[in-house]
């Protein structure tokens, strides 16, 4: 077993009957989904909301049944990977380019779980570029914006030889912050720049992190 799947299949016990489910994305999440898928095979009877195609995809195939945001009030726990996180459990999300679902999922759940392999433990965020999501329209404009107020290395991301489009048609732009001294502050400014969505940091939203490591074992780190 190796650290990813350790972490996702630990947050996976959280899981109880009659939740309704924020499924994560990407290379952790996908664990945590496969364990639920097993946790249903042999009788467990939940709702899930995925915050992905890709994720939609994996639910569908492990048969976990999904529901429409509309049908649901709040979310009993919602299990997602971060791409760093730090003492305070602040995070950096996106690298998978799903943080705008991933956040309003985050959001709407009584308990946001992370899981990560070990070497996603940060003193400081930073080191892993900050996913920015911006609107198409002129975003040559907010790019500019962007670059001039921070004066650091901004690239929009590619999918090969085109600009990268998120799942909401959107596009994403990826930040060199390097040392993130207030995520906090950072996020409140970012979130109020017209042109940009949404952002990769995540403060003050998860409860528990679950680290997993190479040779299996996990820590549950909590508020």
């Known amino acids: 077993m190796n650290a990813k799947q350790a972490a996702g299949y630990r947050a996976a016990q959280l899981i109880k009957e009659g939740m309704t489910v924020g499924l994560g994305t990407g290379s952790t999440a996908f664990y945590a989904i496969e364990k639920i898928g097993e946790m249903v095979a042999n009788g467990l009877s939940i709702r899930a909301i995925a915050t992905s195609r890709a994720s939609e995809e994996l639910a569908e195939k492990y ?3 999904l529901v429409a945001a509309a049908d649901v009030d709040r979310l009993d726990i919602a299990i997602d ?3 760093e996180f730090d003492p305070e459990m602040a995070l950096i999300k996106g690298g998978g380019g799903a943080l705008l679902r991933e956040k309003l999922v985050a959001v709407q759940s009584d308990r946001f779980v992370v899981i ?3 070497g996603k433990r940060v003193a400081h965020l930073g080191q892993f570029k900050l996913p920015i999501e911006i609107v198409p329209f002129c975003y040559e404009w907010t790019l500019r914006l962007l670059r001039s107020r921070y004066n650091v ?3 929009m991301r590619m ?3 085109e600009l990268y489009v998120t799942d909401n048609g959107n596009y994403i732009a990826d930040a060199a912050f390097g040392k993130i001294e207030s995520p906090g502050k950072l ?3 970012l979130k109020a720049t017209t042109g940009v969505v949404e952002h990769g940091l995540f403060v003050d939203i998860a409860q528990m992190v679950i680290v997993g490591y ?3 074992r996990t820590e549950v780190i909590e508020k």
């Open 63 to 65: 048969n976990i049944p």
């Open 81 to 83: 990977g971060a791409d």
């Open 116 to 118: 990560a392999d070990s």
């Open 153 to 155: 290395a901004i690239e």
């Open 159 to 161: 999918n090969g030889n």
């Open 187 to 189: 996020s409140d400014e």
């Open 214 to 216: 190479d040779d299996g």
